[in-house]
């Protein structure tokens, strides 16, 4: 006889599918116009410019387009173990978005206008986990590959570091180019990153 397995709704794998789900069903807004909103959640950024090395971008999968990002915000209680206590998260979601709407404003080669994004209010406990998910699913670009956009200055003292590859892809951003030069060039960045949506979008 044939087992078949048992959907348990509850089970935190289906809880996680629930909120990527809902991320994915909520409206594109544009990046640049974002109204004021309280809550913490989850969001996916994506890019509709013309940048050469992201010509594949904006490939559909199922209907969907691709993110080239996707993050979340949390309390601030949550870095403490204070994850799904806090009653007021203030507007940690809207400030985040307006962190990145920022660093890509300080890029020389990005518009802001070429941005959109999804976002989602989400209760605490569930927001680490629908991240995973989308993350998971889609493999965004600034995720993995060219990894740093969602970088915070490191503070005087520590620019020790490399560049991330974000920004010697995208340079602008005052705090970056305080850091140390990475062994790769902006030419050698962007070969790899054709080749990688080349792959992706196959």
């Known amino acids: 006889m044939k087992k078949t397995s ?16 809902a991320l994915l069903m909520q409206p594109l807004s544009p990046l640049a116009e974002l109204p004021r909103f309280h809550g913490a959640g989850v969001y996916a950024i994506y890019y509709h410019g013309k940048f050469t090395a992201y010509a594949a ?66 209760d605490d406990i569930w927001i680490p986990l629908g991240e995973a998910l989308v993350i998971a699913r889609f493999s965004p670009l600034w995720n993995n590959l060219l990894d740093g956009f969602g970088n915070h200055d490191p503070g005087k003292g520590r620019y020790a570091g490399l560049r991330p590859r974000w920004d010697t892809l995208h340079p602008g951003r005052k705090w970056a180019m305080k850091c140390q030069d990475r062994t790769e060039t902006m030419e050698q960045v962007e070969r790899e990153v054709i080749a990688h949506l080349k792959a992706m979008t196959r």
């Open 57 to 122: 971008i904006r490939s559909v999968k199922g209907g969907l387009e691709v993110p080239i990002y996707v993050g979340k915000a949390v309390p601030a209680g949550a870095r403490k173990g204070d994850v799904g206590l806090n009653d007021e998260p203030g507007e940690v979601l809207y400030k985040r978005l307006k962190e990145h709407a920022e660093s890509i404003r300080a890029a020389i080669n990005l518009r802001i206008e070429d941005f959109t994004c999804r976002y989602l209010v989400v």
């Open 6 to 21: 048992v959907y348990n709704p509850l089970d935190k794998a289906n809880l996680g599918s629930s909120v990527a789900g």
